[in-house]
C-alpha cells in the first residue's frame, strides 16, 4: 500500500521569516491569543534564522539599548519575546505556496512536489526580507562588518569610520544619499562609479558634485579589498576603461548597488512592484490576497530599518488580527 499522505498542520496565522518585522508580529499575535506559527527559516536568503541582522556587529540606532547591541544577540532577544508568548517556531524554511483559495497552502522546503501541502492558514504574513547586492570581491568576507557594509545610516557612526577616509560604490540616488551621510562621519567619501556618469536624479547627483568633502571617481570599481586582517585599510580599483589598476587607502567601503527582496516564492499571486518589492496598500500592510498581509523590508525599499520593519511587523499583526475577527469569527 501506497503511504498515507500526512494531513496538513493548519494554523490561524503563519509567519513567513524571523527579522524584527515576523518576530514583532509574532509578539501581537500571540499576546492576542492567535497561537501564531514562525517559519523562520533555514539559511534562506542566504541568511541565518533572524535575518540580515544576524550579519551586523554593533547595533546602536534601536531604542532601548543605549549601550549599542549585537545584532545577533538582538534577534536572539526578539525570538525569546516571541517564544514567551507561545508562538511556535520552525527552524525551517517554505519552498512553495498557494495563495490562490482558503485555507492558503503552505509547503515545507523538500516537499514541494508533494500534492498535499505540509500546512495550511486562514492568513499570512510575509517578512520575508531582502539582502544588500553585494560584489563579492576577494577579501570582502574577510572585511565584512570590519570595514565593509551595505547601509550607511546603521554603520556610519561606528568609531572604525570616524575622521577616516571611506568609500561607497554605486551612482544612484541611494550611493549620493549615503555618501552625503558619510560625510558627517569621514575625512573624505570617495564615491566609485563603474560609468562615465551618475544615475542619480539631478538634485542628489549636483549635491554630491558640489560637496567639498566627496570626490566622484567615473570609471571606477574595486576589485579586491586589503587590510590587516582585522579591519579593511585599502582598495585595488580598477579603471574599466583603460583597465588599470591602482590601490587607494580607505578604512570603509559601503555598497549602494541595490537590494534583493526575497518574494520569488510570490511571484505570479501577489502584485510586485518593478523591483520585486511587494506592494502594499497604502498606510496598511495588505497586498492584493485578502488574508495576506507583508511587513519588513521584504514591502520597504526607502526606510529599510530595524524599527521600522518591527513597526510594520506591529502593523501586520494587527491587520491579520481584525480581518480573521471579521472572517472568522468563529475561531477567534
Known amino acids: 500500500m501506497p503511504p498515507v499522505a500526512k494531513a496538513p498542520t493548519h494554523s490561524k496565522v503563519i509567519i513567513i521569516g524571523s527579522g524584527p518585522a515576523g518576530h514583532t ?8 491569543n492567535l497561537k501564531p506559527v514562525m517559519f523562520e527559516g533555514m539559511m534562506a536568503n542566504g541568511f541565518a534564522p533572524g535575518g540580515q541582522l544576524t ?15 549585537m545584532g545577533g544577540e538582538m534577534m536572539d532577544k526578539f525570538r525569546e519575546q516571541s517564544v514567551r508568548f507561545g508562538t511556535e517556531i520552525h527552524t525551517e524554511t517554505i519552498g512553495k505556496v498557494d495563495l490562490t483559495s482558503q485555507p492558503f497552502k503552505l509547503w515545507r522546503e523538500g ?45 556610519g557612526a561606528v568609531p572604525i569610520f570616524r575622521n577616516k577616509p571611506l568609500a561607497v560604490v554605486g551612482g544612484g540616488d541611494s550611493a549620493a544619499e549615503e555618501a552625503v551621510y558619510l560625510t ?17 536624479s539631478k538634485v542628489m547627483a549636483n549635491r554630491l558634485s558640489n560637496h567639498p568633502k566627496v570626490t566622484i571617481l567615473y570609471n571606477t570599481v574595486p ?6 586582517g582585522k579591519l579593511l585599510q585599502s582598495l585595488e580599483l ?48 495588505e497586498t492584493n490576497l485578502p488574508g495576506v498581509f507583508a511587513a519588513g523590508d521584504v514591502q ?22 481584525r480581518w480573521l475577527e471579521e472572517h472568522f469569527p468563529d475561531q477567534h
Open 25 to 32: 508580529a509574532a509578539v501581537y499575535l500571540a499576546r492576542a
Open 184 to 200: 558627517k562621519y569621514a575625512s573624505h567619501v570617495y564615491v566609485l562609479v563603474r560609468r562615465d556618469k551618475l544615475r542619480a
Open 55 to 69: 550579519t551586523t556587529t554593533d547595533v546602536e540606532n534601536y531604542p532601548g539599548f543605549p549601550e549599542g547591541i
Open 238 to 285: 580598477q579603471d574599466t576603461v583603460t583597465k588599470e589598476t591602482r590601490s587607494m587607502d580607505v578604512n570603509g567601503l559601503f555598497y549602494a548597488i541595490g537590494h534583493v527582496p526575497a518574494t520569488a516564492l510570490f511571484k505570479g499571486q501577489l502584485n510586485l512592484d518593478e523591483d520585486g518589492y511587494i506592494k502594499t496598500i497604502p498606510g496598511s500592510t
Open 111 to 155: 516537499e514541494e512536489d508533494n500534492e498535499q501541502p505540509t500546512d495550511t492558514a486562514n492568513s499570512v504574513i510575509i517578512a520575508t526580507g531582502a539582502s544588500a547586492k553585494r560584489m563579492n570581491l576577494p577579501g570582502e568576507e574577510t572585511y565584512w562588518q570590519a570595514g565593509i557594509s551595505a547601509c550607511a545610516v546603521c554603520d
Open 223 to 228: 576589485v579586491e579589498c586589503k587590510g590587516d
Open 300 to 321: 520597504d525599499k526607502k526606510y529599510r530599518q530595524a524599527v521600522t520593519s518591527a513597526g510594520t511587523g506591529c502593523m501586520a499583526a494587527l491587520d491579520s488580527e
